[in-house]
């Protein structure tokens, strides 16, 4: 074990943690931050994708030591009142179906869009084919997408 200091959402944290356990857990069962999903384990799917310093990370395999001292934004602190636009732009395209995979989706979409205000279609594909949705609502993602970026 050892104390472990953390910045979620903007709130300083410090918590007495095995430092090798993965940031997903941390932030599920020690902070209550249960938007973040646990999917497949591997990294591979991106249902648990947070940004520590603005960067999309896959937080199931992500250590906690790894992340000491950095902000963490997780999908309940992307917006205060759910009022970021690519929220409410999959709201108004009705983006989810199961919605499991929807904060890993909002997450990826909410970096792309930072880095990139107006993505190309290919480039949009191209990002967001790295989370899986078991339900097929692709079409209506990259519409959402589009949408903020005025496209």
Partial sequence: MARIKLV???????????????????????LGLTGTKYACGIAQCGACTVHVEGVPIRS???????????????????SKNNDHPIQIAWIEEQVPQCGYC???????????????????????????SSVLCRCGTYPRIKIAIQKVSGE
């Fill in 102 to 128: 929807q904060s890993g989706q909002i997450m990826t979409a909410a970096s792309l869009l930072k880095r990139n205000s107006s993505p190309t279609e290919e480039e949009i594909d191209n990002v967001m």
């Fill in 8 to 30: 979620v959402n903007g709130q300083k944290r410090e918590l007495d943690l095995d430092p090798t356990m993965p940031l997903l857990w941390v932030l599920r069962d020690y």
């Fill in 60 to 78: 199931c395999v992500f250590p906690v030591s790894a992340v000491q001292g950095k902000e963490i934004t997780t999908i309940e602190g992307l």
